[in-house]
């Protein structure tokens, strides 16, 4: 694959109270025509993170045709699971219902956080999204005891699937979280099975966290892009032929950090999508999302 980036498209500036800096993890919707709404984490002054979203014409980028004005998703009530923020995971159109699964941030003292899954539910296409449950929907448990971060979903077949990040150890430091994609699987969206099968692990002693999958289904292949770091955040790409068993294949990526500007230090967080036939990436650069976000577009799907 060779991608030709189209620029920078948006990055918040103290715009609304809930929506001062970042846009982190962007994740789009069709809407109609050529027109995407483009969902991101944004942050307060107190960091913690919401849900906004801009809109805009995917053949025009530069041009935002409209900027929320209150949040999708807010933090949760002081001593939630997600009362230090929300971030977006994956959006899954279940006939007119819409899934927004996202991640719920909960600071630590010993860690630094423990994260958990939510999910949100709009009924219709001008619903607003309401939270499924005070609770997270995919919790800590035996098989993922320290921490599990963003969620991509898939309806395939009968089946509910979704890969999403999990933590193998913990510790003081963010470099001590040996964090990998794991698998689950549902019947209905809602109730998991997880059985700690990993489904992309570490090449090496110094990556130490790979996350924020998102999985393609093209001709029978499954076809997965996801950030994995060890000094900074690159993009990586895998092929599976079952959604199970992945073999890593970086060297396909073919994106990379830029020689300056917004993205010259590090790249993640990208949501691959088709369009007209088009196959689209947003992406975020140097900051974790700090910089905002970019498109790209894939020039040789080879």
Not at 80 to 103: K, N
Not at 222 to 241: K, L, P, Q, V
Request: proline share 4%; charged share 25%; hydrophobic share 35%.
């Amino acid at each position: 694959m060779r991608w030709t980036k189209r620029g920078h498209v948006f990055c918040p500036d103290n715009n609304y109270d809930w929506m001062r800096t970042h846009a982190a993890g962007p994740i789009a919707e069709h809407l109609r025509d050529d027109r995407f709404r483009i969902y991101f984490g944004c942050r307060d002054a107190e960091n913690r993170t919401s849900i906004g979203f801009v809109e805009l014409d995917i053949t025009r980028p530069e041009r935002i045709l409209l900027l929320s004005d209150r949040p999708v998703v807010s933090p949760g009530a002081p001593g939630l699971f997600d009362d230090s923020g929300t971030s977006t995971g994956c959006l899954v159109a279940h006939g007119s219902v819409r899934y927004l699964y996202y991640l719920g941030w909960n600071l630590g003292v010993t860690v630094p956080w423990r994260n958990t899954i939510g999910l949100a539910v709009s009924t219709g296409a001008a619903a607003a999204f309401e939270k499924y449950s005070l609770a997270p929907l995919v919790d800590r448990s035996a098989v993922d005891p320290f921490s599990i971060s963003y969620p991509w979903v898939m309806q395939d077949g009968g089946r509910w699937r979704m890969w999403y990040g999990s933590n193998l150890s913990w510790g003081k430091q963010a470099a001590d979280m040996a964090h990998v994609i794991k698998y689950a699987e549902s019947d209905d969206g809602i109730h998991w099975q997880r059985d700690g099968v990993i489904a992309i692990a570490a090449k090496s002693v110094e990556e130490y966290a790979i996350a924020k999958p998102c999985v393609l289904k093209e001709n029978g292949l499954y076809r997965m892009w996801y950030s994995h770091r060890g000094e900074t955040y690159r993009i990586g790409y895998a092929e599976s032929d079952d959604g199970i068993a992945w073999r890593r294949k970086d060297e396909l990526a073919g994106i990379d950090v830029s020689a300056d500007g917004w993205d010259s230090e590090a790249i993640q967080y990208a949501h691959v999508f088709r369009h007209r036939g088009e196959l689209y990436m947003l992406y975020n650069g140097n900051g974790y999302g700090k910089t905002g976000f970019g498109l790209a577009v894939c020039t040789d799907q080879r």
